[in-house]
Nanobody, 115 residues
Framework: QVQLVESGGGLVQPGGSLRLSCAAT????????MEWYHQAPGRERELVAG???????NYADSVKGRFTISRDNAKNTVYLQMNSLKPEDTAVYYC?????????WGKGTLVTVSS
């Protein structure tokens, strides 16, 4: 059974940092495209960042230069380092694994950026 478990969310002040983790069981993250999405209240879920099996990465324009996605194959975990956080980054952050027609989602972790 595949499980993706996100952690690391919380309340942070504008300009602060958080590191989200996505721990996977049942799959090898190194063989999947792993992605982080966020969904703010009343808005659609949006892609934030992705890391492919060849370690290539991509980012939404809104987070380029501030967020970094990475992968630890030994821990079978994907991370999202978020720096210089803004109030508009407030959202539930979801981890997604995809490979061919397979797709798995985590349940999300809430990030709130507020003073």
């Amino acid at each position: 059974q595949v499980q993706l478990v996100e952690s690391g969310g919380g309340l942070v002040q504008p300009g602060g940092s958080l590191r989200l983790s996505c721990a996977a069981t049942g799959i090898m993250v190194s063989r999947y495209t792993m992605e982080w999405y966020h969904q703010a209240p009343g808005r659609e879920r949006e892609l934030v960042a992705g890391i492919m099996s060849n370690s290539g990465t991509n980012y939404a324009d809104s987070v380029k230069g501030r967020f970094t996605i990475s992968r630890d194959n030994a821990k079978n975990t994907v991370y999202l380092q978020m720096n210089s956080l803004k109030p508009e980054d407030t959202a539930v952050y979801y981890c997604k694994a995809r490979r061919y027609s397979l797709e798995y989602w985590g349940k999300g972790t809430l990030v709130t950026v507020s003073s």
